[in-house]
T-cell receptor, first 113, second 111 residues
Framework: NAGVTQTPKFRVLKTGQSMTLLCAQDMNHEYMYWYRQDPGMGLRLIHYSVGEGTTAKGEVPDGYNVSRLKKQNFLLGLESAAPSQTSVYFC????????????FGEGSRLTVL | QQPVQSPQAVILREGEDAVINCSSS?????VHWYRQKHGEAPVFLMILLKGGEQKGHDKISASFNEKKQQSSLYLTASQLSYSGTYFCGTEAQGGSEKLVFGKGTKLTVNP
């Protein structure tokens, strides 16, 4: 039982390059989230999805795009990476925000040079 | 808008108690508490729903004051394993369906 799996776990990009982070969950959860974590800033919500085919903006969506074509997958894209996007990215999923805990992936460390 | 956590950091000796507070400017439906150890993902501790309930988890408990939009996490007789950063996550009333986290409180428990 894998839970929430993020790939890749580490990546170094040059400014202006693009990349996609993949989050996959095997718990049949409806809700999925992408957070970024920076020192002293806590976990900040980038985008989230309340079901297959739906996405919504979080607190810090600029510079990111997402897609949820399949219920089990939630993709986070950076079209033109900037040094300010250097961060640790966490994906999470839950059955429901009202009563369900968030299950987090192990994180993806992204460095933009 | 991120909930505000206090204190930012606390250092304890094993066996001492601590309280971590979380407050929001918005009317809340639920408050979540998570603990994150260095280099790891956050791990769920508990959820408190609108209604002012109090929950317990071993020697860790929490309360939710709906009128003040505040929650407190109580760590009793702290153990070395309690060390880590604690985050509260809040969901506003009105069906926002998103969980917004505070900046965290770093707890260090020393022998």
């Amino acid at each position: 039982n894998a839970g929430v799996t993020q790939t890749p776990k580490f990546r170094v990009l040059k400014t202006g390059q693009s990349m996609t982070l993949l989050c996959a969950q095997d718990m049949n959860h409806e809700y999925m989230y992408w957070y970024r974590q920076d020192p002293g800033m806590g976990l900040r919500l980038i985008h989230y999805s309340v079901g297959e085919g739906t996405t919504a903006k979080g607190e810090v969506p600029d510079g990111y795009n997402v897609s949820r074509l399949k219920k089990q997958n939630f993709l986070l894209g950076l079209e033109s990476a900037a040094p300010s996007q250097t961060s640790v990215y966490f994906c999470a999923s839950s059955y429901s925000t009202y009563t369900g805990e968030l299950f987090f992936g192990e994180g993806s460390r992204l460095t933009v040079l | 808008q991120q909930p505000v956590q206090s204190p930012q950091a606390v250092i304890l000796r094993e066996g001492e108690d601590a309280v971590i507070n979380c407050s929001s400017s918005k009317a809340l439906y639920s408050v979540h508490w998570y603990r994150q150890k260095h280099g790891e993902a956050p791990v769920f501790l508990m959820i408190l729903l609108k209604g002012g309930e109090q929950k317990g988890h071993d020697k860790i408990s929490a309360s939710f004051n709906e009128k003040k939009q505040q929650s407190s996490l109580y760590l009793t007789a702290s153990q070395l394993s309690y060390s880590g950063t604690y985050f509260c996550g809040t969901e506003a009333q009105g069906g926002s369906e998103k969980l917004v986290f505070g900046k965290g409180t770093k707890l260090t428990v020393n022998p």
